[in-house]
């Protein structure tokens, strides 16, 4: 797929084929989230990626939506603050570093034919226990993987002119 047409055509899926998500795929999309750049090429994250039938059932109370957990995947991104860039006045960068590699991770995925959705709203110490997370680590992102049962229509956005200044 052109990059264009990647990027209008993501949605976020919340409805998943029970298909498995082959290796080969997997692994191009993991590696265009490694290859997402970061403040001074720290790379401060960590990703989880969950297989196994029971650790994501146990996920089901981090997030109870269906859909979330009969994904025949589930990724954990997870952020190391420690190891982040941070500015001068002491703004740390790594909220946004785990953004742009899962932004890579999110977009590599629907071009492959495959059905993410961002997911914050869960139980972060729930998520911490089932995964096994260390205290250097915070689990910041979960999304679902796999392949689309159906595609939603696209959602409003704001147009260009209300989102973007020129200063000509
Ligand atoms: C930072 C962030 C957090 C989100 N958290 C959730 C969530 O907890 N649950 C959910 O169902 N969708 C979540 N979403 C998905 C948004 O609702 C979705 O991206 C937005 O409504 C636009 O729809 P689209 O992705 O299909 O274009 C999140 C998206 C982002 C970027």
Known sequence: ?????????????????????????????????????????????????VKDEETKLKLKDAYSQEWFFTAPVIVCACALPDDAWKRNDGKGYVDVDVAIAMDHLILAASAEGLGTCWIAAFKPEVVREVLNIPDNMEPLVLTPLGYPETIPEPTFRKPLEEMVREIT
């Open 1 to 49: 797929m052109e990059f264009y047409e990647v990027i209008s055509k993501r949605r976020s899926i919340r409805a998943y084929k029970k298909d498995p998500v082959e290796d080969s795929k997997l692994s191009r999309i993991l590696n265009a989230a490694r290859l997402a750049p970061t403040a001074a090429n720290r790379q401060p994250y960590s990703l989880i990626v």
